[in-house]
């Protein structure tokens, strides 16, 4: 009755809700059906965070650290500012803008340079071509998803507003939606628009100057970083 009376009340000021659970709905026996009985009652659907396509836990959103906080509020923020789609991009700038205001601008506790750069030196991050679409970014486990595609987006993210500057990344994302976003040509096009070279030379460019020795390479993601304007997962990646 409590979560009827609040969805009404979010109705009636035409709020937009993001629902988070914690590690007791995630670890609870009858998860699922707490899910169903949330989405029947309210109408609210339990948004993914953590998981897979094939996990059932990408049916909840799991926030228990600041960093989760200010992540997933990023997320509500750019989709409110921008528009709504989800993959390597929006998790880039949840992580590159949003977690940089909270209590650590680090994913796992190291800075998205680091964690890119052992991906791409042990082979474990494809061309980002390849992570375009929802479907393909999602595929992989969540350990790869998590240990290798999360930071490399924040990476990526930063490298194109310091070349290219937060404007161009606005442009970019607010050119494909959560339809659009499925067409990886779709969106490779919207990227050419926007920045004025192909994906694929971006890509290039960003894996060598990552390549270089760290004590003459900038750091591409700056540890402090203007308050998020973006992003947020669709309902049905």
Same mark, same amino acid.
């Given at each position: &009755?409590?979560?009827?009376?609040?969805?009404?009340?979010?109705?009636?000021?035409?709020?937009?809700?993001?629902?988070?659970?914690?590690?007791?709905?995630?670890?609870?026996?009858?998860?699922?059906? !707490?899910?169903?009985?949330?989405?029947? +009652?309210?109408?609210?659907?339990?948004?993914?965070?953590?998981?897979?396509?094939?996990?059932? &836990?990408?049916?909840?959103?799991?926030?228990?650290?600041?960093?989760?906080?200010?992540? %997933?509020?990023?997320?509500?923020?750019?989709?409110? %500012?921008?528009?709504?789609?989800?993959?390597?991009?929006? +998790?880039?700038?949840? !992580?590159?803008?949003?977690?940089?205001?909270?209590?650590?601008?680090?994913?796992?506790?190291?800075?998205?340079?680091? #964690?890119?750069?052992?991906?791409? $030196?042990?082979?474990?991050?494809?061309?980002?071509?390849? @992570?375009?679409?929802?479907?393909?970014?999602?595929? $992989?486990? #969540?350990?790869?998803?998590?240990?290798?595609?999360?930071?490399?987006?924040?990476?990526?993210?930063?490298?194109?507003?310091?070349?290219?500057? $937060?404007?161009?990344?606005? @442009?970019? @994302?607010?050119?494909?939606?959560? %339809?659009?976003?499925?067409? *990886?040509?779709?969106?490779?096009?919207?990227?050419?628009?926007?920045?004025? !070279?192909?994906?694929?030379?971006?890509?290039? *460019? #960003?894996?060598? !100057?990552?390549?270089?020795?760290?004590?003459?390479?900038?750091?591409?993601?700056?540890?402090?970083?203007?308050?998020?304007?973006? $992003?947020? #997962?669709?309902?049905?990646?």
């Amino acid at each position: &009755s409590t979560l009827r009376r609040y969805a009404a009340l979010c109705r009636r000021h035409d709020a937009l809700v993001r629902m988070v659970a914690t590690s007791a709905i995630r670890e609870a026996r009858n998860r699922d059906e !707490i899910a169903r009985r949330v989405r029947r +009652e309210t109408g609210f659907e339990l948004q993914a965070h953590r998981g897979n396509n094939f996990d059932w &836990s990408r049916n909840l959103v799991f926030s228990s650290e600041a960093e989760d906080d200010a992540h %997933e509020l990023t997320h509500l923020l750019f989709f409110r %500012e921008v528009g709504q789609h989800v993959g390597l991009f929006d +998790e880039g700038v949840a !992580i590159h803008f949003g977690q940089a205001t909270a209590a650590s601008p680090l994913w796992r506790d190291r800075p998205c340079d680091d #964690w890119a750069r052992e991906s791409i $030196a042990a082979g474990e991050l494809p061309p980002l071509e390849q @992570l375009l679409t929802p479907e393909r970014m999602y595929a $992989a486990p #969540w350990g790869q998803v998590g240990r290798h595609y999360y930071p490399a987006g924040c990476s990526f993210v930063g490298y194109l507003v310091g070349r290219f500057g $937060a404007p161009r990344l606005r @442009l970019f @994302l607010r050119s494909f939606d959560c %339809e659009s976003q499925n067409s *990886a040509e779709a969106v490779g096009a919207a990227f050419q628009l926007a920045f004025g !070279i192909k994906l694929a030379v971006a890509d290039q *460019a #960003w894996r060598q !100057i990552l390549s270089q020795p760290r004590a003459t390479t900038r750091s591409l993601t700056p540890s402090a970083a203007p308050a998020a304007r973006s $992003a947020r #997962w669709c309902s049905s990646p």
